[in-house]
């Protein structure tokens, strides 16, 4: 009677021990997906701004919310990416998997506005370092800020965005990337 008890104790710890192991294997498959969809949205807004956006005279919008408002009112913007507001009304605002803002500003270069900024917001640390690492890698950029650290080459390794890229706070990405495309 005895052994029967710790059958079925040892055979539930083996079953809770499996759960938990499907479970982390489901949370890490679900942050490689995030990364791999916001690293392809994050190139596919360069990109659309670029080919979209700039006039003879530079990227002439007075904020963000015009500028990313346009992306959104034009229908450019990845399908996958939640937009919140009337999507035809050039002033929607535009969400990162992880809840956070996703802004696009035009940047100013000696008085010229001849570049762009494309902001994403509550970062996840494990993310903050894979999409810096990747999106510099492309070429895409001519700078890339996490928080508050520059890199104006656009470039930026693995050491660096594991140290600059900060904790979680709980569930909640605490991180800010800055990607800047001067042209």
């Known amino acids: 009677k005895g052994w029967a008890i710790l059958e079925q104790g040892t055979i539930a710890l083996v079953v809770l021990f499996v759960i938990v192991v499907v479970l982390g294997s489901l949370y890490a498959l679900r942050t490689r997906a995030n990364v791999a969809t916001e690293t392809a949205n994050i190139q596919t807004i360069i990109t659309s701004a670029q080919s979209l956006l700039k006039g003879s005279d530079g990227y002439t919008f007075t904020s963000s919310a015009k500028m990313t408002g346009a992306l959104i009112q034009m229908g450019v913007i990845p399908s996958g990416m939640t937009v919140q507001g009337d999507k035809t009304s050039g002033t929607a605002t535009l969400y990162n998997a992880w809840g956070g803002a996703v802004t696009v ?25 894979q999409i810096a690492t990747r999106i510099s890698k492309t070429g895409l950029t001519n700078g890339i800020t996490l928080n508050s650290t520059a890199h104006s080459d656009g470039k930026v ?27």
């Open 157 to 183: 390794t693995t050491e660096e965005a594991s140290t600059q890229c900060k904790a979680d706070n709980g569930s909640t990405g605490t991180n800010k990337l800055i990607f800047t495309i001067n042209g």
């Open 105 to 129: 500003a035009p940047a100013s270069t000696s008085g010229f506005n001849n570049g762009f900024t494309v902001t994403y917001d509550k970062v996840p640390q494990d993310a903050c370092i």
